[in-house]
């Protein structure tokens, strides 16, 4: 059974940062795109940033580049992504996922999801 579990969120003052963890098991990670989505009270789930399975390259929407950074570590089978110069906006659930298929920005491509961690930036 695969289980993808979040830790790292919390609650932090506008211009901190944190580090989100995700940790996989019962998939094999190296075949895996691992990827970031988040969402806010009313909002849709929207992607963050990730990193693909072969090249490792990383990958980020627009509002968290130069921000945000994404890495994993095959042999511990973790993600975890950075998070420096945060802002209010960046308040919501941070959700891991995990996809052996292309399109990693695309939640529909994803069939396995973590529980969520809260990330709150208080201004």
């Known amino acids: 059974q695969v289980h993808l579990v979040e830790s790292g969120g919390g609650l932090v003052q506008a211009g901190g940062s944190l580090r989100l963890s995700c940790a996989a098991s019962?998939?094999?990670?190296?075949?895996?795109?691992i990827a970031w989505f988040r969402q806010a009270p009313g909002k849709e789930r929207e992607f963050v940033a990730g990193i693909r399975k072969i090249f490792r390259d990383p990958y980020y929407a627009d509002s968290v580049k130069g921000r945000f950074t994404v890495s994993r570590d095959n042999y511990k089978s973790t993600v975890y992504l950075q998070m420096d110069s945060l802002k209010p906006e960046d308040t919501a659930v941070y959700y891991c996922a995990a996809s052996a298929y292309p399109g990693i920005a695309d939640p529909n491509r994803y069939n396995y999801w973590g529980q969520g961690t809260q990330v709150t930036v208080s201004s």
């Open positions: 019962g998939l094999t990670f190296d075949n895996n795109n």
